[in-house]
């Protein structure tokens, strides 16, 4: 199984949101976690990669097929370097090949569903689509959430994809009323349903501490 996991925007958690999908999964069979392009990660920089901190906290192997310096879009950084980065077919095929000796293949996009994972205008939708993967789609608590969710999930169902399940990457420890409210209407205007819950904080776990907590957290 191919499982593809995209957000509604950067930051809204979708590294710790692929780590706990990737646990689950772990208890069933085996998993790899792909991170297509990773940008924002070059030598003078102190951020750690997204497939960095979804091994730390759960163990799992990962593979980032592509390392951009610039923290930017994908397309933009390679452009603003002069280099050539792979198509999205070419990592269509590796996430095949990986699809071959796994049981679950996580692939998390970069940003939004729309956002150019190559310098030929492809997307991480266009990379579901083309090896016929579940969505998740990763969105944030807050103000905003409902139509960005919404934008999402309709560019997923114009090509023919049906998301799988929503997850709240990041849920305050103090919800206000936003929050709550749009924990009940993210799944009542989308018609996707809510898998998961995370608490904001849960990349600060411990490996331990993850794999304790994390079952919690779906619905």
């Given at each position: 199984?191919?499982?593809?996991?995209t957000?509604?925007?950067?930051?809204?958690g979708?590294?710790?949101?692929t780590?706990a999908?990737?646990?689950?999964?772990?208890?069933?069979?085996?998993v790899?976690?792909?991170?297509p392009?990773?940008?924002?990660?070059?030598?003078?920089?102190?951020?750690?990669?997204?497939?960095?901190?979804?091994?730390?906290?759960t163990?799992?192997a990962?593979?980032?097929?592509t390392?951009?310096e610039?923290?930017?879009?994908?397309?933009?950084?390679a452009?603003l370097?002069?280099?050539?980065?792979?198509?999205?077919?070419e990592?269509?095929?590796r996430?095949?090949?990986?699809?071959?000796?796994?049981d679950?293949?996580?692939?998390?996009?970069?940003?939004?569903?729309?956002?150019?994972l190559?310098?030929?205008g492809?997307?991480?939708?266009?990379l579901?689509?083309?090896?016929?993967?579940?969505?998740?789609?990763?969105?944030?608590?807050?103000?905003?959430?409902?139509?960005?969710?919404e934008?999402?999930?309709?560019a997923?169902?114009?090509?023919g994809?049906?998301?799988?399940?929503?997850?709240?990457?990041?849920?305050?420890?103090?919800?206000?009323?936003?929050?709550?409210?749009?924990?009940?209407?993210?799944?009542?205007?989308?018609g996707?349903?809510l898998?998961?819950?995370?608490?904001?904080?849960?990349?600060?776990?411990?490996?331990?501490?993850?794999?304790?907590?994390?079952?919690?957290?779906?619905?």
């Amino acid at each position: 199984m191919i499982v593809v996991v995209t957000g509604t925007d950067t930051g809204v958690g979708k590294t710790i949101a692929t780590a706990a999908l990737a646990r689950r999964a772990a208890a069933s069979g085996s998993v790899v976690v792909v991170k297509p392009v990773q940008t924002g990660v070059g030598p003078a920089s102190d951020e750690v990669a997204d497939a960095e901190v979804v091994h730390r906290l759960t163990g799992c192997a990962v593979q980032e097929l592509t390392c951009l310096e610039d923290p930017l879009a994908p397309d933009t950084a390679a452009r603003l370097r002069d280099v050539r980065i792979p198509s999205v077919s070419e990592h269509a095929d590796r996430v095949r090949v990986l699809a071959e000796s796994h049981d679950t293949v996580l692939v998390e996009g970069s940003g939004g569903v729309l956002v150019r994972l190559d310098t030929e205008g492809g997307t991480i939708l266009d990379l579901a689509a083309e090896v016929g993967a579940e969505a998740v789609v990763v969105t944030s608590a807050g103000l905003g959430t409902l139509n960005h969710s919404e934008l999402t999930v309709a560019a997923l169902r114009a090509r023919g994809l049906e998301p799988t399940g929503l997850v709240i990457g990041s849920w305050p420890s103090a919800p206000g009323l936003a929050e709550t409210c749009n924990l009940h209407d993210l799944p009542r205007v989308t018609g996707v349903p809510l898998l998961a819950t995370i608490p904001a904080g849960a990349g600060g776990l411990s490996r331990e501490e993850f794999a304790r907590q994390s079952p919690t957290w779906f619905a």
